[in-house]
């Protein structure tokens, strides 16, 4: 019972436009524009898209959230190799 408990919470965090940018910042601000740079948002938007699949039809109330995720990582990454050229 826990574990669901620890599951759902985790599915619920993940749904937040939050945690896609702060990865995606992550990886803009560590790694700059290089090509293992740009690999990682390729994956990271491939598992936005599969992500986005299994969670099925929209629903009323998540949507907006969860849409939001992908674009606020690829902004997020663009933010973060910005700040990693002004400060290095």
Known sequence: MYSSYLKMQ??????????WGVLGFA???????????????????????????????AQHGMETRLFAAGPTFMMSWVLGFIVNGVAF
Do not use: C, E, K
């Open 10 to 19: 985790f599915i619920r965090r993940l749904d937040t436009p939050y945690v």
């Open 27 to 57: 990886i803009g601000a560590a790694l700059g524009v290089t090509t293992l740079s740009v690999w990682l948002v390729a994956v990271g938007l491939g598992a936005y898209l599969l992500y986005i699949r299994q969670h099925g039809p």
